[in-house]
């Protein structure tokens, strides 16, 4: 019995060693050598892997950097002095960036929704949403559960009062808060200057609804539109937009804002 189970430890063994012999092999023949480029690239990203390039992950990106020539700035949350690094490293002349940051189109707080119904299906705004609108009045409004700060990766984001809040100083503009927001209420844009005014309302409801369910929505009245002959400002379908090209008359700017009957016009 003895020199049975010897011998079978012994052949266990003896099957290990052979077994390990072989894998050392074919990882020395069969190894792909990876372009030592692309790890220096991928040292300079964020490794926040958001997708936000449109390539799978940060690895990815850099892969496509050095074999396609990919443009480092694609990489949104990536700061000014990286790329800058990246740009210098792989000899090309570097673009001006602005930061990037996120806009929540909704000014509505607790006391701003008005409801027709009390939801009580799973808290989340993308199960809200398909549920009736989680009974919002409202059907362009935040939902406030905060699918948005969830998924943001710089913790750039927090609830407060029943509307998300944009942390400018960590905010990279990566687009991760804009996709998970079921209704769109979320905008990506350049701040080249050091304010950024924009219409904190998504609302295309005519004024008379407006008016009735939400103190705070645009009711497009056109007052910022009749002040900017400069079309700093243009009502459609209900609504107004900025327009973020021709801001940089912060004077008028100034001047505009604060005529907005309802206050939808803020600033970031």
Not at 10 to 25: E, H, I, N, Q
């Amino acid at each position: 019995m003895d020199n049975l189970i010897l011998a079978a430890i012994l052949s266990m063994a003896g099957l290990s060693v052979a077994f390990a012999a072989v894998l050392a092999f074919a990882d020395k023949k069969l190894r792909v050598e990876e372009d030592p480029r692309i790890a220096e690239v991928l040292k300079h990203l964020p490794h926040v892997n958001c997708g936000a390039c449109g390539y799978l992950n940060c690895h990815d990106f850099a892969e496509h950097v050095i074999k396609e020539g990919e443009d480092p700035a694609k990489c949104k949350p990536l700061g000014e002095e990286a790329q800058q690094m990246l740009y210098d490293y792989l000899g090309k002349e570097g673009k001006e960036k602005f930061p990037r940051i996120a806009l929540v189109h909704c000014a509505a707080e607790y006391e701003h929704k008005k409801t027709d119904t009390v939801y009580t299906g799973v808290k989340t705004c993308i199960a809200a949403n398909a549920a009736f609108g989680g009974g919002m009045e409202c059907e362009y409004g935040c939902m406030g559960f905060g699918d948005c700060v969830e998924v943001c990766p710089f913790g750039a984001m927090h609830m407060e009062k029943g509307l998300p809040r944009v942390d400018a100083e960590k905010c990279t503009g990566c687009g991760k808060c804009a996709e998970a927001c079921p209704r769109g209420i979320i905008s990506i844009q350049q701040k080249k200057y050091d304010d950024l005014y924009y219409v904190a309302c998504s609302s295309h409801d005519d004024m008379m609804r407006v008016r009735k369910i939400c103190s705070v929505g645009c009711i497009a009245c056109g007052i910022c539109e009749k002040l900017s002959p400069e079309k700093y400002f243009e009502v459609k379908d209900n609504l107004s937009y900025p327009n973020f090209e021709k801001q940089s008359d912060r004077e008028e700017l100034e001047k505009i804002a604060p005529k907005c009957p309802t206050k939808v016009i803020k600033k970031a």
